[in-house]
């Protein structure tokens, strides 16, 4: 009797460390494909950076990755639409004053843009998704724009910061859709 206790606490012992073992495994194979697919991009630390920040993250298939790049643009296009928002309603300059308002709608728009283009990536209709993300990597270009009109205005740090990220983002997803389409 004691030794078929012994032999069953050995077996679940040992199966409980196969299972370990072949979950470590499997995180560090899904970290390896990560860094593999985000090392072909021109930003691979931002891509990286992005698609480990969701812990509910299940896969790493390339439209799973492109999913999370959408998402993490389109939280950079929302909160630099919400600077630019709230500077354009504090400055008593009106150049810069125009040149936040404009931002704040082509951030707005933007961040539209990406929720569509979301929603068609959980549709699986990657062509219109990636058109979706042409869109609002052309708003985030145009909030660009608005700092390089004569006179120039500097664009603000808080607000260029968010700027900044989302194109990164664009760029990530862009190969994304790429490899979606081999």
């Known amino acids: 009797m004691a030794s078929m206790r012994f ?3 050995s077996f679940f012992f040992f199966f409980l460390v196969v299972l370990v073992l072949l979950v470590s495994c499997a ?5 390896s494909q990560v860094e593999k697919a985000c090392g072909q991009t021109p930003h691979p630390d931002v891509c990286v950076s992005c698609v480990n920040s969701d812990p509910s993250r ?3 298939e390339i439209p799973e ?6 998402f993490c643009m ?6 630099g639409h919400e600077v630019a928002d709230l500077q354009a309603q504090n400055t008593s300059k009106p150049n810069l004053k125009q040149a936040l308002q404009t931002c704040n709608v082509s951030l707005f728009s933007a961040s539209n843009d990406l929720t569509d283009s979301l929603m068609r990536m959980e549709g699986e209709d990657y062509q219109k998704a990636e058109a979706d993300l042409k869109s609002a990597n052309t708003a985030v270009l145009q909030c660009y724009k ?3 009109k004569e006179p120039v205005v ?4 808080q607000l260029f910061s968010h700027v900044d990220l989302a194109a990164r983002y664009y760029d990530v997803a862009h190969v994304f859709f790429r490899l979606i389409r081999k």
Do not use: R, V
């Open 7 to 9: 032999l069953h606490m």
């Open 58 to 60: 299940n896969t790493s």
């Open 154 to 157: 500097i664009i603000p740090p």
């Open 146 to 148: 608005a700092f390089f």
């Open 74 to 79: 389109m939280s950079e296009a929302t909160h």
């Open 27 to 31: 995180h560090a194979d899904d970290k």
């Open 65 to 70: 990755l492109t999913f999370e790049i959408l």
